[in-house]
């Protein structure tokens, strides 16, 4: 009873004025009342902070080939182990409905880069799991280890899920729910967690077009100049290849340069033509040399009658590339239709050709003056 009395006296409890069972009676109670009152343990859970979810691909329907959430929290909390890492994708804050499309069948955790469990995969495992009404969806997901870490990342932490295949609904919000506990269960001893809202969304489309660009000039070249392994005697102008008087004793050699430039895809090809044979317009003409376009030859000595062309181009688009220029200068005879004369495969910003034009005259060439027109045409290929 003495002690009854003095628990009584501890704990600030009155002394009522009663005699015999009904003072042991009143003590007991109240003693009992008191025990009941007293509040068990409360773990506590901390909320992280400056928690976001960034999606490699946001677009719906992006698949696990190409679509990584990363989750990024500070507020970790220090000197716990942790056991579990949840991640939940739901339609709801407090559901665990999977969203419509969504799937973490082929997921897996980058944990390399993941440093809310120290960038390190050894002794973590991956489970997956459906939430409500979400069967084959596997949106839960349980990474454990049981042996546990603690992070020694608090500020900024990441965790990396890979894999991951998008909803199909756009501009819907949804919830990525993370959550550590010290426990394999992923329910015992929680640790953080934190609630994310996302959305997924197409964004904007954007589109613009490039207007095709050709530039194509033709240039003179002085006398005095290298010309497809030879030099010139005869200046030239843009518009103008004016031999003037040629005689037996010298072959009259004469360049232009061509000039092209292009955005085409495919690059562009020069081709070459006359208007006809040279002729003195009293029917007498000028032979031209036996090479042709597919097979150039060689160009006759002084004294013999012949005009040619040549190119300085060794990567032609059509028949051997160097025809023109391998094993040594060849020469063709013109015709009225196009021949090739030059060639790029794509767009360049500018490259330069050197044209040759050869005439040789016999004593047995008529006299006269005598004229055909050169055409040069550029012609890309978009």
């Not at 960038?119 to 546990?148: E, F």
């Not at 040759?356 to 004593?363: C, D, K, L, R």
Request: net charge neutral; proline share 4%; with cysteine.
């Amino acid at each position: 009873m003495e002690r009854l009395c003095r628990a009584a006296r501890v704990l600030g409890l009155p002394l009522p004025v009663v005699r015999g069972s009904q003072w042991r009676q009143l003590i007991i109670g109240t003693i009992l009342a008191v025990q009941v009152m007293v509040p068990g343990a409360v773990h506590a859970v901390s909320g992280l902070t400056n928690v976001s979810v960034a999606l490699s691909d946001p677009r719906p329907n992006a698949t696990a080939a190409s679509v990584t959430y990363q989750i990024t929290a500070s507020g970790v909390t220090a000197a716990t182990v942790i056991k579990c890492v949840k991640v939940l994708v739901s339609t709801t804050s407090a559901g665990t409905v999977a969203p419509t499309g969504f799937s973490g069948a082929s997921s897996s955790v980058t944990a390399a880069s993941s440093t809310l469990i120290n960038s390190s995969a050894t002794g973590w495992s991956l489970a997956k799991s459906d939430g409500t009404s979400s069967t084959g969806q596997n949106n839960i997901l349980q990474y454990t280890n049981s042996t546990g870490i603690t992070p020694s990342t608090l500020t900024g932490a990441t965790f990396i899920v890979a894999g991951l295949t998008n909803s199909t609904v756009g501009d819907t919000p949804y919830f990525l729910q993370l959550a550590t506990f010290g426990a394999t269960d992923c329910v015992t001893g929680p640790v953080n967690n934190s609630l994310i809202r996302f959305i997924n969304t197409s964004g904007s489309q954007l589109s613009l077009s490039v207007d095709p660009t050709l530039t194509f000039t033709v240039n003179g070249v002085l006398s005095g100049q290298a010309c497809d392994g030879s030099t010139s005697n005869v200046a030239t102008t843009s518009t103008t290849l004016a031999f003037g008087s040629v005689t037996t004793a010298t072959n009259s050699l004469a360049c232009q340069d061509l000039t092209a430039a292009t955005n085409a895809s495919n690059g562009y090809t020069i081709y070459m033509r006359y208007s006809g044979q040279l002729n003195n317009g009293s029917g007498a003409f000028i032979a031209n040399v036996s090479g042709s376009n597919s097979s150039p030859g060689t160009f006759p000595a002084a004294g013999n009658e012949a005009y040619g062309y040549t190119t300085s181009d060794a990567t032609l688009g059509t028949g051997t590339a160097n025809r023109f220029t391998s094993p040594s200068q060849g020469w063709a005879a013109p015709t009225t239709t196009n021949a090739e004369i030059a060639y790029e495969s794509g767009g360049v910003t500018s490259t330069t050709y050197r044209i040759g034009h050869q005439i040789g005259v016999a004593t047995t060439t008529r006299a006269g003056s005598y004229q055909t027109t050169i055409i040069y045409t550029c012609t890309p290929v978009y």
